[in-house]
């Protein structure tokens, strides 16, 4: 009986205790996401301001696929006189 109390503390449940510990991991990064939303919401603070500023400095840095440029970045001058939905 001593031996197979070892056998499930030790070897037996092993898979069973990694799924659990995913799960838990999983769980512990939800709840952190819901304390920044908390913190986000109860302060007023917005991070998308800053995370799309970041977004526009990095895309002003990077360069054109090809070149030269293809035809369909050819742009008509003047304002649209309409628009319709197909």
């Not at 007023?44 to 400095?57: A, F, I, T, Y």
Request: charged letters at 15%; glycine letters at 16%.
């Amino acid at each position: 009986m001593g031996d197979r109390i070892g056998l499930y503390r030790y070897g037996g449940v092993v898979a069973k205790g990694r799924a659990i510990g995913r799960l838990e991991a999983a769980l512990g990064v939800v709840g952190i996401a819901a304390l920044v939303t908390t913190y986000a919401l109860i302060t007023g603070w917005n991070p998308l301001p800053s995370v799309q500023k970041g977004l526009d400095n990095w895309l002003a840095h990077t360069g054109s696929l090809s070149k030269p440029a293809g035809p369909w970045v050819k742009r008509v001058g003047g304002q649209p006189s309409t628009a319709a939905v197909a």
